[in-house]
């Protein structure tokens, strides 16, 4: 694409990237736990494929304010330095569409959001096709935190590691640009 790793485009994966917890447990515990008679839809659509559709099952029941969130804050510091240089965020997570709106409107430095819906899993492999289509190969940076997110750093032209789960920097190797633990 030709633009250095200061001026592409910054995807942000969020859950244990942008904030140091995974939605979909919290949508577990105050969803499920409160209403147990849905474990067995819920079951039913990840056991046939249909992970998109539980999450949004999900996200239409859960009530919580973003701002009751723990995010990763030194990462945070240096997202608002790159948006203050020009940089673009675009939040990029598997969570589902509905959630992710409300952290990135509470965090306010995102000029899109990229996630899952009812229908689409943005997660992994499909996560890297969706930002290769948007950006091209190379196109764009990426931050993410887990063994999920290889295949992005794959296409991405600079791979920003926050938080890593245990044994991901061994799997990354030389490739890593930047690292927030």
């Known amino acids: 694409m030709g633009q250095s790793g200061s001026e592409i485009p910054i995807a942000v994966d969020m859950d244990g990237t942008l904030i140091l917890t995974d939605m979909s447990w919290v949508s577990i515990r105050r969803v499920i736990l409160r209403r147990p008679w849905t474990i067995m839809g819920m079951l039913v659509k990840e056991f046939t494929g ?11 029941k859960l009530i919580f304010d973003p701002s009751e969130l723990e995010y990763h804050e030194g990462f945070l510091d240096w997202l608002t330095g790159e948006r203050a240089k020009g940089r673009t965020l675009i939040l990029a997570t598997a969570s589902d569409r509905l959630i992710a709106e409300q952290v990135a ?4 430095l995102f000029s899109d959001v990229m996630a899952s ?10 996560k890297a096709e969706a930002l290769v289509s948007r950006f091209g190969e190379g196109g764009f940076a990426y931050a993410g935190n887990s063994k999920h997110d290889l295949p992005v750093w794959q296409h991405s032209g600079e791979v920003i590691v926050v938080n890593p789960e245990s044994g991901l920097l061994d799997r990354i190797g030389d490739s890593v640009d930047i690292i927030f633990e």
């Not at 409107?105 to 306010?108: A, E, K």
């Not at 819906?117 to 499909?126: A, M, P, Q, V």
């Open 50 to 60: 249909r992970r998109a559709q539980w999450k949004r099952d999900l996200a239409e």
């Open 105 to 108: 409107g509470y965090v306010g």
């Open 117 to 126: 819906d009812s229908l689409f899993n943005l997660r992994g492999e499909k």
